[in-house]
Nanobody
């Protein structure tokens, strides 16, 4: 069992930065893949970035070069560093985890946090 709690969201001007954190509980954190998803009003949920238990990363094209996902297994933390934020990045961001490797289908993630709001003003 893995319990996830996100933090770090807030209001930022376009071009600014935020770092989201996801802290996990559970003994098996180091063996799970973790993804950051986002959902804006009226839009489908999308996988923004993911990191496997081995540290391999994947990003949606719209955030490549701007966002960086990383993990610290000792602290049971996953970060999403978001730079050069755009108004279209505004959404609720969710941390999710799954046993196994990378997938971009949220339905295949087993554990979810409650979400953190990111607002980007233009």
């Amino acid at each position: 069992q893995v319990h996830l709690v996100e933090s770090g969201g807030g209001l930022v001007q376009a071009g600014g930065s935020l770092r989201l954190s996801c802290v996990a509980s559970g003994r098996t954190f180091s063996t799970v893949a973790v993804g950051w998803f986002r959902q804006a009003p009226g839009k489908q949920r999308e996988l923004v970035a993911a990191i496997t238990s081995g540290g391999s990363t994947n990003y949606v094209d719209s955030v490549k070069g701007r966002f960086t996902i990383s993990r610290d297994n000792a602290k049971k933390l996953v970060y999403l560093q978001m730079n050069s934020l755009k108004p279209e990045d505004a959404a609720i961001y969710y941390c999710a985890a799954r046993r196994g490797g990378y997938v971009d289908d949220g339905a295949r993630y087993d554990y979810w946090g409650q979400g953190t709001q990111v607002t980007v003003s233009s």
